[in-house]
Structure formats: C-alpha cells, structure tokens
C-alpha cells in the first residue's frame, strides 16, 4: 500500500495497484493532474472515493463521459438540502441503523449524490442510506456503481462505537475482494492498562481468556508523573494513579 499526496500522481500509476482509494479531505480544483482523474475514470480497478473534488473529476472526464459511465451527477450534487446542510444523525447499511454524531459547529454535511434515471444511465446502488432528521430526507450515503464507490463524507473524522465507520470498513470487503467469505468476528478489548496495572491481574485475565479462547487485545497507556506541579500551582500530579484510578490534582 502506497499513501501520497494526490498531487504526487502520475500518469498510468493506477496500473501498479490493485484498486484507487482517494480521500477529498481538502478542497482542491487546479493542482490535481488530470492524468488522475483520467486514469480513475478509465480503471478497471476499484475506486473508492471520500468527501470532496469528485466534481473536479467529471469536469476534467466531461460531465457526460462521467454521468454515462457511473449515472449520477457530481456538478449538480450539493451538501446542502433545502439552503442547510440539514442534520444527518444516522446511516443505515444492510438493515442496520448506525449513528452520526458530529461535534456541535463541525459539520461540514455530507455530499447527496444526484443520481440519474432515464435511457443511457447505468443504475446506481445505495449502498447505504443517510437520514436528514430536520426534515425527514434520505438519500445515497454511499453509492456504487461501475468500478466506483462513493461515499459522500470522510466516515472516520468523528466516531463512536455505534458510527457509521462501520459502513466503511465493511464495504471495502465488496470494493476490494468481493469473493472474501463472511466472518462475524469479535476482538476484546483490555483498556488503560498501564505500568500501574497489577501483573497477577492481567495474568489471570489473560489466562481466563485463553482459557475461553477468546482473542482479546490490550489498550495501553503512559504513566504521566508531574512531581512539580508546575500547571497545577505547586501540587504534585501523576496520572493513572498506583490504584489504577486516573486522577490530576485540581
């Protein structure tokens, strides 16, 4: 796997990977080559795309090469719905309702995808479906079609345990290796273990779950210890404390 600035690519670099995964973190509309957005058009290879500057790939494609090879509209797709980005709060993928949750004054929303119908437009999957709890509206939270999936927001800035990152990490099963079987799996996780941790009670978890054969991984952090307290007026701080407990003096 290869990570680089998109601005980095050359032409016919597509052909030395097995799929295409860009990520429109920024706003961009001159400084991508358009051997780029030529060689995503033109691939066999999967593509899968988040967030913004898929408009700069139609419009460098031609909008029509675009809308006639993958049936739906970037120029003419918005964030907006009704003059607001509105309030999508969920995301449903294979009959399972997942949360959005975002940071109050951090949305920038999510791209709503204007698919087309009518002769000479191939169909367009929804993969999975948005909800815009201010007014009701649903729309393709991620779409596919071709050799492309789109996803019209970057799914893993803000996440939680019920996010709709979950949409992502398993649709790039059926974008990258279709024919892998389906396994539903669990990993167990041990938080906060620390060198303040008890040894003989992270032996005898790990021994318990051996014993289960569960897998299980271990979440470690630091010991901070501020004997000074220079941020704290004086008074000395260390955190986890030898108990275990996470504390900071006030």
Same mark, same amino acid.
């Given at each position: 796997m290869?990570?680089?600035?998109?601005?980095? !690519?050359?032409?016919?670099?597509?052909?030395?990977?097995?799929?295409?995964? !860009?990520?429109?973190?920024?706003?961009?509309?001159?400084?991508?080559?358009?051997?780029f957005?030529?060689?995503?058009?033109?691939?066999?290879?999967?593509?899968?795309?988040?967030?913004? %500057?898929?408009?700069?790939?139609?419009?460098?494609?031609?909008?029509?090469?675009?809308?006639?090879?993958?049936?739906w509209?970037?120029?003419?797709?918005?964030?907006?719905?009704?003059?607001?980005?509105?309030?999508?709060?969920?995301?449903?993928?294979?009959?399972?309702?997942?949360?959005?949750?975002?940071? +109050?004054?951090?949305?920038?929303?999510?791209?709503?995808? %204007?698919?087309?119908?009518?002769?000479?437009?191939?169909?367009?999957?929804?993969? +999975? /479906?948005?909800?815009?709890?201010? %007014?009701?509206?649903?729309?393709?939270?991620?779409?596919?079609?071709?050799?492309?999936?789109?996803?019209?927001?970057?799914?893993?800035?803000?996440?939680? /345990?019920?996010d709709?990152? &979950?949409?992502?990490?398993?649709?790039?099963?059926?974008?990258?290796?279709?024919?892998?079987?389906? *396994?539903?799996?669990?990993?167990?996780?041990?938080?906060?273990?620390?060198?303040?941790? /008890?040894?003989?009670?992270?032996?005898?978890?790990?021994?318990?779950?051996?014993?289960?054969?569960?897998?299980?991984? &271990? %979440?470690?952090?630091?010991?901070y210890?501020?004997?000074?307290?220079?941020?704290?007026?004086?008074?000395p701080?260390?955190?986890?404390?030898?108990?275990?407990? *996470?504390?900071?003096?006030?």
């Open positions: 290869t990570a680089k600035p998109v601005q980095q !690519y050359t032409a016919g670099m597509v052909n030395s990977y097995t799929a295409v995964v !860009y990520i429109g973190s920024t706003y961009c509309c001159c400084d991508t080559p358009d051997a957005y030529q060689d995503a058009s033109t691939t066999t290879k999967p593509v899968i795309w988040m967030g913004a %500057n898929i408009w700069n790939m139609a419009n460098s494609v031609g909008v029509a090469q675009f809308t006639q090879k993958y049936g509209d970037p120029t003419t797709s918005y964030y907006e719905d009704g003059g607001s980005i509105g309030t999508v709060t969920q995301v449903t993928y294979k009959n399972q309702t997942l949360t959005r949750k975002i940071p +109050a004054g951090q949305d920038g929303g999510v791209l709503r995808p %204007n698919v087309l119908t009518g002769p000479g437009y191939p169909a367009v999957t929804r993969v +999975a /479906e948005g909800l815009d709890s201010s %007014n009701a509206h649903t729309f393709g939270w991620a779409v596919r079609s071709s050799n492309l999936t789109y996803i019209g927001e970057i799914p893993f800035a803000y996440v939680s /345990e019920s709709r990152i &979950i949409v992502l990490e398993d649709l790039l099963f059926d974008a990258l290796a279709p024919a892998t079987t389906e *396994r539903h799996r669990a990993l167990l996780r041990l938080e906060d273990i620390s060198p303040s941790s /008890e040894p003989s009670e992270l032996r005898s978890m790990a021994d318990l779950l051996k014993a289960e054969n569960i897998a299980y991984g &271990i %979440n470690v952090i630091p010991v210890t501020d004997p000074n307290g220079p941020t704290t007026t004086g008074s701080r260390r955190s986890p404390s030898p108990s275990g407990r *996470r504390w900071s003096a006030p």
